[in-house]
């Protein structure tokens, strides 16, 4: 009983510099629980393709096993895909991204996804520094099997279940900062004002970008009880930074008060102007990054925005220094050495 | 701005743009919906107490709904209302039960009526089953007025007319008909409770200045008034060459009747240029399509009469030009006169309004335009117990307006022989119905179908041109009449929003196809307009404005271009969004008046 779109859009809709729309970025319809936050995702992923005027065509999209996992199929239906065994996102992303380093990558994962059955994938990828887009579409709970507490459940959180956590809670921020990743973040469904830029930022960034989104399941998991519902989310959020993405070649027109900005500038030339609460804080900074988010665990409030930056970490092509064209574009002149250096090489073994 | 009045009658109706736009707000979308159905005789039903004609409007109606339907601004095209108003009135049974039950017993006050033309059939229709006696006055042998007289055949069928009005004088008007009303003070002296006065604008305008009128008298014709001789066979042929002067839907008749009658050669001359003539476009598109030219830009200036014949007209080529304050001029371009020959010219240049009959002294105030000063909303006359309505009442306007008059005038004089406040009137009959089933099952058809507009078939051309008779359009079959009601957006299924229970999520936002849905930060109306997804730049259509949410923004939704899919109240997890049918049903006489305040 899924219902289909009509296929009429607003006859007004902004275009792209490629002349696309958003319906262009767009893929089938959800068949995730109505109100669900991973559909919210999708949409700020959506949003912000369109907005960095990304070719369909370039885009490969990952996903394991999961409600999150599904998300591939509601965006980008003109791009490449790969649904995964569970918890194996990284395995296929890191395979896909060896032989084609030229597409944007997009994993999409969940926490159980992420931080339960394949905690030992994500942690490799975090550091080998992937250039992926790492999202995972954290809810607290096991969704797709009626709502069973998550990895990544606060302790004394209760769901529809009833029953408090008895376990302390993985932070996947923290795991990815201390792991390797080079772009950490942590955005909200129901905020998109903040998600779209992260989701930019880290589409800009090259390297391992990991963006926690928390988006309620709101079937099992939006109880007034649940540290991961919409209402107690929006009382416990505390935004750490608002930025602006500045695209390559787009002029900088605004003005900063001085201290309490931070610029970012990407590897591909884009730029992230950070607009601090507090002027002391480095978003480059591991340390202070952890720490921040420790403090603001301890006083109950839930640190979102940019978290970790640090354009230093190489990517995994350019610490294994692979070729700077894809794997799949070298023909046979390219690979094959021919006969006279095939020799020189069995000489210099003799 | 301030959260919308959901209460407020006309909100929601503002958003069933048709029914809207519809001088008597006939509800179209659920006759479309009764369509699809194949419910042809509820339909039916549905338009006769709204518009009182759904067979003539349904083929020559002005069709006010069709540009207002929101699927033209959707698509290319509106959903072609009209023609399925025919449909209904094509496939109904003769049953005639919809018909209300006219009291034995009177209620003892009598109201006659001047002119029997659809404002005041309407009258009678309304006033009948309330117990009122009526007394018709015509000229004419048959009741209808203007759409018996100067509607041509090929346009609407007589049978089809007759069997309309006849219904409405068998629920039991006291007919005088071939009774010229040459005295209103006559009629007034009949003691009548109140007198309704539908004459219509009679006149059709002359060109009497211009050089060669009176010489030429015997070949020019005054438009309409050559259309009702044709009607009682006083001419019965046209000659070769015919050109017809004027831009309106009479010009567009003419020139089709002088093509039946035998005419070669016929042009429309019109003064203004193309884009600004009055005639409807469709009516425009059927003459081209008969092979007529229409030549505008050209301005009449003299008659050529050769030995006491017409031979032909001179016209001086003009442009539209407007003046530092808006107003329009058309300048002679410097070029000499042109010259058409024809055998035959009709003047259909304009219609105005004469009361010849109402003498002076009886307290009809008149305006300088020649119609009578009238309140606008009640119809009532400068005395007390006289009402105009249709074109009579404030110049020309269409079929249309004229049954709406009729039902406004009908509660006037019903309120005004009990004695009451006129302005205190009947509220429209509303209602708010939930349209949910279950899990994305509606009552409605929630699917949005992508078919374009069907075109209507019509007869062979040679065999229409041959005969005055042969209706040209052949209407809607039923399978194609289904297929276009599908079209229907079910605009009066409306999005009622629940501000109390939203959690916020953007489901509905992000699921939304024409972006019509935002959650933002309150501010003035030309602000929010601009900071929506996509501005909402018809000033024309409302925004929805919720109360402020727990986040503190609100939810706009601009009603513009939504397709009424339902989608939002599917992908909504709190049911903060529901589709609900709203009826809205115009006030008819006789319905209580509410009596608080």
Same mark, same amino acid.
């Given at each position: ?109 969940? =926490? ?11 942690? /490799? ?6 250039? *992926? ?5 954290? !809810? ?13 459940? =606060? ?57 926690? +989104? ?72 591991? *340390?202070?990054? &952890? ?9 109950? @409030? ?49 | ?23 008597? /707000? ?5 006759? *479309? ?18 518009? +009182? ?48 039950? $006219? ?58 007319? !007759? ?17 010229? +009303? ?30 060669? %009128? ?18 009682? @066979? ?8 015919? *050109? ?29 240029? %193309? ?12 003459? $081209? ?7 505008? !830009? ?5 008659? &050529? ?8 007209? /001179?016209?001086?080529? &003009? ?57 606008? $909303? ?39 022989? @009990? ?6 009137r009947p509220a429209p009959k509303t209602s708010l119905l939930n349209q949910t089933m279950g899990m994305q099952e509606w009552l409605y058809d929630a699917k949005v179908t992508e078919d374009r507009r069907y075109a209507v078939p019509t007869v062979d051309r040679v065999k229409s041109l041959k005969n005055r008779l042969v209706e040209v359009e052949l209407g809607f079959s039923k399978k194609t009449g289904h297929q276009e009601s599908f079209r229907c957006l079910n605009c009066d299924v409306q999005t009622v929003f629940d501000h109390s229970t939203c959690i916020e999520c953007d489901a509905c936002v992000d699921i939304c196809p024409e972006s019509c849905i935002n959650f933002i930060e309150n501010a003035s109306e030309e602000e929010l307009r601009q900071n929506l997804t996509v501005a909402a730049d018809n000033p024309a259509q409302a925004l929805y404005v919720s109360d402020i949410l727990p986040t503190g923004r609100v939810m706009v939704k601009d009603e513009n271009v939504c397709l009424h899919c339902g989608l939002c109240a599917e992908r909504c997890p709190t049911a903060s969004w529901e589709m609900k049918k709203y009826t809205y049903n115009s006030a008819e006489a006789g319905d209580k ?5």
């Amino acid at each position: 009983m899924t219902s289909t779109k009509p296929a009429f859009r607003h006859p007004k809709l902004a275009q792209n510099s490629l002349g696309l729309t958003r319906k262009d970025y767009e893929g089938a319809v959800s068949t995730l629980c109505a109100g669900c936050g991973h559909d919210s995702t999708t949409n700020a992923i959506i949003q912000a393709c369109f907005e960095l005027n990304i070719e369909p065509h370039r885009v490969a999209k990952m996903s394991g096993i999961g409600c999150s996992s599904k998300t591939p199929a509601y965006f980008l239906d003109r791009s490449h895909g790969f649904n995964a065994v569970h918890g194996r996102m990284p395995s296929i992303a890191t395979g896909a991204n060896m032989a084609n380093r030229d597409l944007l990558y997009i994993g999409i994962s969940g =926490d159980g996804d992420t931080a339960s059955i394949g905690m030992g994938q994500f942690a /490799h990828a975090l550091r080998r520094n992937l250039n *992926l887009n790492y999202i995972c579409m954290n !809810n607290g709970c096991y969704g797709l099997t009626k709502g069973q507490d998550s990895a990544t459940a =606060d302790m004394g959180s209760t769901g529809k279940r009833g029953i408090p956590n008895p376990y302390a809670s993985i932070d996947l921020c923290e795991l990815a900062i201390e792991l390797g990743a080079s772009y950490v973040a942590r955005g909200f469904s129901g905020d998109k004002k903040q998600l779209v830029p992260l989701i930019k930022g880290a589409f800009a960034h090259s390297g391992l970008a990991f963006i926690d +989104v928390i988006s309620p399941c709101v079937t099992f998991n939006n109880t007034s009880t649940s540290t991961k519902s919409y209402e107690y989310v929006r009382e416990h959020i505390e935004a750490t930074n608002t930025f602006d993405f500045i695209p390559l070649q787009r002029e900088i027109l605004t003005d900063y008060a001085e201290g309490t900005t931070q610029e970012v500038i990407m590897h591909d030339g884009s730029i992230i102007h950070l607009h601090k609460v507090d002027s002391k804080e480095d978003v480059t900074n591991r *340390l202070n990054s &952890v720490n921040k988010l420790e403090e603001e665990k301890a006083k109950g @409030r839930l640190l979102t925005g940019l978290l970790y930056v640090n354009q230093q970490i190489r990517e995994t092509h350019d610490i294994l220094n692979t070729s700077l064209r894809p794997l799949n574009s070298l023909t046979e002149n390219d690979l094959c050495p021919g006969n006279t250096e095939l020799q020189k090489i069995n000489d210099s073994l003799r | 701005m301030k959260p919308t009045n959901i209460d407020n009658p006309e909100y929601f109706h503002k958003v069933i743009d048709c029914q809207y736009a519809c001088p008597s /707000h006939t509800p179209v979308p659920e006759y *479309l919906r009764l369509i699809t159905q194949g419910k042809y005789d509820e339909a039916y039903k549905v338009n006769w107490i709204s518009n +009182v004609f759904p067979g003539v409007l349904g083929r020559i109606c002005d069709r006010p709904c069709e540009p207002a339907c929101r699927r033209g601004r959707v698509e290319e095209n509106p959903v072609a209302i009209c023609r399925l108003k025919r449909v209904t009135y094509d496939y109904k049974s003769s049953d005639t039960s919809f018909v209300p039950a $006219i009291p034995k017993k009177k209620n003892g006050k009598k109201i006659a009526l001047v002119g029997g033309g659809p404002a005041s059939l309407t009258v009678a229709r309304d006033l009948l089953p309330l117990g009122y006696e009526i007394d018709l006055y015509d000229d004419q042998s048959k009741a209808g007025g203007f759409i018996r007289t100067q509607v041509p055949s090929f346009r609407l069928p007589e049978k089809v007319l !007759n069997e309309e009005v006849d219904r409405i004088i068998e629920m039991g008007i006291n007919t005088h008909f071939n009774h010229y +009303v040459d005295s209103l003070k006559k009629i007034i002296d009949k003691n009548y409770d109140a007198i309704f006065i539908g004459t219509g604008a009679p006149r059709g305008r002359d060109l009497p200045d211009l050089p060669g %009128r009176e010489a030429g008298d015997s070949s020019i014709f005054i438009g309409i008034q050559w259309l009702a001789a044709i009607l009682y @066979r006083h001419i019965t042929n046209a000659p070769d060459r015919v *050109l017809v002067l004027g831009g309106g839907n009479t010009a567009m008749d003419c020139c089709r009747m002088a093509k039946r009658l035998g005419a070669q050669d016929v042009k429309v001359m019109v003064r203004s240029p %193309r884009e600004q003539m009055k005639a409807s476009p469709w009516e425009i598109e059927d003459a $081209i399509d008969e092979g007529i030219p229409i030549i505008d !830009n050209h301005s009449p200036v003299e008659f &050529v009469v050769k030995a006491g014949k017409l031979v032909g007209m /001179h016209f001086q080529k &003009v442009q539209v030009r407007y003046t530092n304050d808006g107003k329009k001029e058309l300048v002679p371009l410097d070029a000499p006169p042109v010259f058409y020959p024809c055998d035959l010219v009709l003047l259909a240049v304009g219609q105005m309004n004469a009361f010849p009959y109402i003498e002076e002294d009886i307290g009809i105030e008149m305006n300088e335009r020649g119609t009578p000063k009238l309140d606008k $909303i009640t119809h009532q006359s400068t005395v007390p117990h006289i009402f105009f309505g249709g074109d009579a009442a404030f110049g020309p306007r269409n079929v249309i307006t004229a049954v709406a008059h009729g039902h406004e005038a009908a509660i006037s004089i019903d309120i005004f022989c @009990r004695g009451k406040d006129l302005h205190r009137r009947p509220a429209p009959k509303t209602s708010l119905l939930n349209q949910t089933m279950g899990m994305q099952e509606w009552l409605y058809d929630a699917k949005v179908t992508e078919d374009r507009r069907y075109a209507v078939p019509t007869v062979d051309r040679v065999k229409s041109l041959k005969n005055r008779l042969v209706e040209v359009e052949l209407g809607f079959s039923k399978k194609t009449g289904h297929q276009e009601s599908f079209r229907c957006l079910n605009c009066d299924v409306q999005t009622v929003f629940d501000h109390s229970t939203c959690i916020e999520c953007d489901a509905c936002v992000d699921i939304c196809p024409e972006s019509c849905i935002n959650f933002i930060e309150n501010a003035s109306e030309e602000e929010l307009r601009q900071n929506l997804t996509v501005a909402a730049d018809n000033p024309a259509q409302a925004l929805y404005v919720s109360d402020i949410l727990p986040t503190g923004r609100v939810m706009v939704k601009d009603e513009n271009v939504c397709l009424h899919c339902g989608l939002c109240a599917e992908r909504c997890p709190t049911a903060s969004w529901e589709m609900k049918k709203y009826t809205y049903n115009s006030a008819e006489a006789g319905d209580k008046i509410d009596e608080q305040d």
